[in-house]
């Protein structure tokens, strides 16, 4: 029987990681979403292929890690851009401004929520609720969240992104 290979394939260390993790529960399904988190960090996205990982190492069916990938919108589903930007259009941040931020994203970057940007910097999405509702209108940038949204705050932060992968790709570069 040949072995299965994968294109995003969980590593010897991260497997480790989720045994390890699975040890500190009664039940291995409370470890699937550290599983999820694993393979997030991995590859920026979770897909089938890697609930079937996950579902391998915890041995329980594949479909427990599919629900839980699939009720929880923090993990995107396919390759995201470098800089994953999450509007929250929750009624709070709706009211205040955020509809007008996603059409500004949207123009500023030619695509729409759910796109990415030709150049793999930039994914655009929006979601129910990121719970900063003080905050309004706010948006999650990778794992920092940002209220109270204009379009100069905007483009302070998107230009900060283009600053940092350009020093990146410079010093892969060897420059």
């Known amino acids: 029987m040949a072995l299965r290979t994968y294109a995003y394939p ?6 480790q990681r989720l ?13 699937i ?4 988190h694993i393979a997030y960090d991995r590859y920026g996205f979770v897909n089938l292929e890697m609930y079937q990982q996950i579902a391998t190492v915890l041995a329980i069916p594949t479909v427990w890690v599919a629900e839980c990938a699939t009720f929880y919108t923090f993990f995107p589903k396919k390759p995201a851009g470098r800089f994953h930007i999450k509007v929250c259009d929750n009624l709070s941040c709706a009211l ?18 759910g796109e990415t940007t030709d150049d793999g ?9 990121l719970a900063a509702c003080c905050g309004a209108p706010m948006l999650q940038l990778n ?7 204009t379009p100069a705050a905007i483009d302070e932060l ?10 990146d790709q410079e010093v892969g570069s060897g420059a």
């Open 10 to 15: 969980l590593t010897d260390e991260d497997t």
């Open 19 to 31: 045994l390890d993790k699975a040890r500190e529960f009664a039940d291995r399904r409370s470890a």
């Open 33 to 36: 979403l550290p599983g999820l």
């Open 96 to 113: 205040n401004g955020a509809c007008e931020m996603i059409r500004y994203l949207e123009e500023k970057h030619g695509i729409k929520a």
């Open 121 to 129: 910097l930039f994914s655009l999405v929006t979601e129910e609720c």
């Open 143 to 149: 794992d920092r969240y940002y209220e109270h949204l």
């Open 158 to 167: 998107i230009e900060k992104c283009r600053a940092e992968a350009a020093a």
